[in-house]
């Protein structure tokens, strides 16, 4: 079955400090991979997507993910991380024939000063 | 460019009622794909329209139904709400062709009593 996996619920940082969000995913057909960003009560807000090509993408408020068909993964980084990057993130797949998304479960990203 | 854009924000209804959300996609997008969060379920996929037409369902009982209108606006409409179904509900917008790239609304908080 289609799925994705966010294994890290909570994650804390100091400000300053690199981040890495986990994601990985289990797809039949070839992945479309997308992070979003939640604030509370907010909508979703997207961050970068992988379809094709360079495996490293960069993204929006200086994220980058990179995608590892070898590991189902598709992991988010940051390397110095802003008190207003404390959100929730999610993973989520698609592909070109279902005209859905499966989301993870999220990870709520708490930052220290 | 405007943005997905729900109505209302915010909702409260009592058990058995019905209720009807709306969702203004992105000019050009013809795609409208609806979701539920909970703190529980997490994020889940409820239907998606093209065209007017429903090319997607996802495993929510006969209560929940939408449509959508030539002009692409999409509603969705729940009935004889229940306690459980208390959410936000998320309405995304795609070009709506092989690239599943959706941009979200800021949802509309459902509060069943």
Known sequence: ?113 | KAGVTQTPRYLIKTRGQQVTLSCSPISGHRSVSWYQQTPGQGLQFLFEYFSETQRNKGNFPGRFSGRQFSNSRSEMNVSTLELGDSALYLCASSLGGTNPEAFFGQGTRLTVV
């Open chain 1, 1 to 113: 079955a289609q799925s994705v996996t966010q294994p890290d619920i909570h994650i804390t940082v100091s400000e300053g400090a690199s981040l890495e969000l986990r994601c990985n995913y289990s797809y039949g057909a070839t992945p479309y991979l997308f992070w979003y960003v939640q604030s509370p009560g907010q909508g979703l807000q997207l961050l970068l997507k992988y379809f094709s090509g360079d495996t490293l993408v960069q993204g929006i408020k200086g994220f980058e993910a990179e995608f590892k068909r070898s590991q189902s993964s598709f992991n988010l980084r940051k390397p110095s991380v802003h008190w207003s990057d404390a959100a929730e993130y999610f993973c989520a797949v698609g592909d070109d024939s279902s005209y859905k998304l499966i989301f993870g479960s999220g990870t709520r990203l708490l930052v220290r000063p």
